[in-house]
């Protein structure tokens, strides 16, 4: 699901890291491309069951990042910073 594939996208990014110096080649790349794909796959499925789109989350994101943004809260940690 969602999360085994969030996992290997981690994965993936941590071999670049530790096995090319964080270097991102034409075949690492794709293979990211792949992965990602099937993360966004998961990701509209979870979306589409609560009746959501796409485009209303990430402007939900950029509304709430902008919040933090204008009230100096964009570093820390906590869901309601």
């Known amino acids: 699901g969602l ?3 969030a996992g290997e996208v981690a994965g993936k990014i941590k ?3 530790r096995d090319k110096d964080g270097v991102i080649g034409e075949a690492e790349k794709e293979a990211l491309k792949a992965e990602l794909g099937d ?3 998961y990701l509209s499925q979870v979306a589409t069951e609560l ?3 796409l485009d209303e ?3 939900a994101n950029i509304a709430k990042l902008l919040d933090r943004q204008a009230r ?3 570093q ?3 869901d309601n910073r």
């Open 3 to 5: 999360v085994n594939e």
């Open 51 to 53: 009746d959501l789109s």
């Open 57 to 59: 989350i990430a402007e």
């Open 39 to 41: 993360v966004l796959w």
């Open 76 to 78: 820390g940690d906590g």
């Open 72 to 74: 100096g809260k964009i």
């Open 15 to 17: 071999k670049i890291f």
